[in-house]
């Protein structure tokens, strides 16, 4: 997959050869309805181009945004796993003034734009305030076709970014999951510690979990690391180690059968379910015990769940 990075415009766009099927939104978290919109632009069979930002638009114009589901490291690895071909990113502040009829003829038209792909509630040009409806009518304007993709619902409706995060905070890693298309994953380098859980015969990794990234309910895990290429299984602790204390809001994480030197790596770590909610011990002893109960209480639920795990 090719990434550019167009903070200019016009003297960044990619040069395309050929005309191409634009895929238009944020995708934060890649969810099954952005793989929706994913999947039909690559039907057409035309090379696909990925039109997004490099921030969050909320965080322009509102000075806030919700918490991230996935990095841009992660976006990246998914997008060139469903086969996106090129990486458009813009920089929000150079497109934000621009009128929806400008945005056409400054990014669509520029990359050769035969098709046009968006969800349901896709907005463009200054302010936000066109749709759906105005791209169909500035592709017949200009010679484009637009495809508004359905959303994916369920019983409770259209599948969002908004309610993974709520899922993700309630500790609901299953029906994240679900609503992601695969397991919720913290993808974060791993930091020095106090290694307190190697003096205690349980070596973890550590990671810090960013201020803007979601963060998960705190508590313990059975998950899964993702080392040299293979997924083994783990036990993973989210949360601020009430016991001996920490600054941070850390993912501690014992990786099964493994003892290599990951500092300073990134690591991916899966949750797959929640095990039970952090607690404060009266000492390490009593938390060596727990510990060792965790692991036990992991293994058995990835036993039964091996479908969990990521191949």
């Not at 395309?16 to 999947?39: S, T």
């Not at 930002?53 to 992660?74: G, V």
């Not at 003034?97 to 669509?108: A, H, K």
Request: charged share 30%.
């Amino acid at each position: 997959m090719e990434i550019y990075h167009a903070d200019k415009l016009a003297d960044k766009l990619p040069d395309m050869q050929e005309p191409v099927a634009a895929i238009l939104g944020m995708f934060d978290g890649v969810h099954i309805g952005h793989a929706a919109v994913i999947r039909a632009a690559r039907e057409t069979g035309l090379r696909t181009v990925l039109v997004t930002f490099t921030e969050h638009p909320a965080q322009i114009l509102k000075n806030r945004r919700a918490p991230e589901l996935t990095s841009a490291r992660q976006r990246e690895r998914i997008f060139a796993a469903m086969r996106v071909d090129t990486l458009l990113y813009l920089d929000f502040k150079a497109v934000k003034s621009l009128s929806p009829d400008e945005f056409i003829r400054n990014v669509l038209l520029p990359i050769r734009t035969k098709a046009a792909f968006c969800g349901f509630n896709y907005t463009f040009g200054a302010g936000g305030k066109a749709g759906p409806a105005e791209l169909e009518r500035f592709g017949e304007r200009y010679g484009f076709a637009t495809v508004r993709v359905p959303p994916v619902c369920d019983e409770e409706g259209p599948v969002s970014s908004t309610r993974i995060r709520d899922r993700i905070v309630e500790g609901q890693m299953e029906e994240a999951a679900r609503l992601l298309g695969r397991p919720f994953t913290l993808e974060l380098p791993v930091i020095h510690g106090r290694q307190l859980g190697r003096k205690l015969g349980i070596p973890t990794i550590n990671q810090r979990i960013p201020e803007e990234h979601v963060c998960p309910r705190y508590g313990v895990y059975a998950a899964s690391a993702l080392v040299d290429g293979r997924w083994r299984n783990a036990v993973a602790s989210v949360g601020v180690k009430p016991t001996v204390g920490s600054d941070d809001v850390l993912c501690e994480t014992f990786i099964f059968d493994y003892d290599g030197d990951l500092y300073d790596r990134w690591v991916e770590v899966a949750l797959h379910t929640f095990l039970r909610p952090e607690e404060r011990f009266a000492g390490v002893d009593e938390l060596k015990a727990q510990m060792k109960r965790d692991i036990r209480h992991a293994k058995e639920w990835l036993a039964r769940h091996p479908e969990t795990v990521p191949m």
